[in-house]
């Protein structure tokens, strides 16, 4: 005997219900996004012998990273380390000049430099956008859309999920799989991500896996391009990376002339 | 410290990388595509989601004649697992897609 049970759902309900969830999820998802966007202050402003500090830890970074495989032949190479590793040791690069030996310099702490208290606010504040739409959307969905069956998924779920999934419809006998609107929200909640990364690239803020992997961390770190360091020691330990590489060094263009004939089989 | 992976990940250009990004927008269109068969045609429980692996397998198969010309390796960094792989935000659409049509047609009058 088939005792599958069939409700009978107005299909008003899913006119009223079921697409106007999804579209205002779309659209405030699009929202986050272009908000994050306006909120965010555009970077500050550093003096060109503040980039140049910067600049040149990044030139030696790049050069070193590729080194086992470098492109770059030997003279061109072994030039640029050296001159990299002595500008580090003179501290020529340095934005306040190269530093005078007695005076130990001490890394602006982060709380009462000005500069990093903007980098934290900003990401305090993409954070706050993140998640206030969330929490305004659940709180509509629980007021509005409150105490009525939705929709029925199409596959099983454990008895565990029905007080979730089936807020508001007091029914202990009734099927898991027949849910409530708060269900439907989670749904589109997960499964909307796929749908931002097409319209609005890659790198969009209205992705919601995104906010949950990186709250702990995110803002404090990414704003901020590292101004709190002390250029000094960074430099003196990028000498001794340069060193290193330097030590690994090999151009992906050695012996070059040998290995191609020996690939076209002109040589032994 | 110079280990065979560093010397791969040194050879990468980082531009061609990123417009691999089209197969991600592939991914995501045919696991909508499924979705809405999956929910028109009422399959249920196991049935759809092996309508979702047949989706993901066939998909990949065509990535992998004609994007990668048969050999994933050289297009595409993480080789035949990354090609296959739908990743999570795909697997999701498709539920949320399967679950809609199958709403609008099989519960909704």
Known sequence: ?268 | MASTKDDAAQLIYTPNVQHNGVLNSAKFLSSCFAGAVAGVLGLENWLGFGLFVMSILLSSAFMYAINCKGRPAKYITGGVWELVNPGQDNMFTFVLVWTLFYGIVHVYD
């Open chain 1, 1 to 268: 005997m088939d005792t599958k049970v069939s409700l009978y759902l107005d299909p008003q309900i899913r006119d009223w219900v079921l697409f106007p969830i999804t579209l205002v999820m779309i659209l405030v998802g699009i929202l986050r996004h272009y908000i994050v966007i306006l909120l965010q202050s555009p970077p500050k402003k550093m003096t060109r012998a503040a980039i140049r500090e910067q600049r040149a830890l990044l030139r030696s970074q790049i050069l070193r990273e590729s080194s086992g495989n470098s492109p770059v032949p030997p003279a061109f190479y072994q030039s640029i380390s050296q001159h990299l590793s002595q500008s580090f040791e003179s501290g020529s690069y340095l934005k306040d000049g190269p530093p005078k030996s007695d005076a130990p310099t001490a890394p602006p702490n982060p709380m009462s430099d000005p500069a990093a208290m903007d980098g934290m606010m900003a990401g305090m504040k993409t954070q706050a956008v993140m998640m206030v739409p969330q929490m305004v959307l659940m709180g509509w969905i629980n007021f509005f859309f409150q105490g009525f069956v939705l929709i029925k998924l199409p596959f099983p779920l454990t008895l565990g999920f029905k007080s979730m999934l089936q807020r508001g419809i007091e029914t202990p006998d009734m099927d898991v799989r027949w849910v409530s609107s708060l269900s439907w929200y989670f749904l589109n909640f997960f499964g909307l991500n796929g749908l931002y990364a097409l319209i609005l690239g890659n790198d969009n803020s209205a992705d919601s896996s995104r906010d949950m992997a990186m709250s702990p961390y995110a803002g404090v770190g990414l704003q901020q391009p590292a101004q709190a360091q002390d250029y000094n020691k960074l430099f003196k330990a990028e000498k001794d990376n340069l060193e290193l590489a330097e030590g690994l060094y090999s151009w992906t263009g050695k012996d070059i002339e040998t290995r191609l004939l020996k690939k076209y089989g002109k040589l032994p």
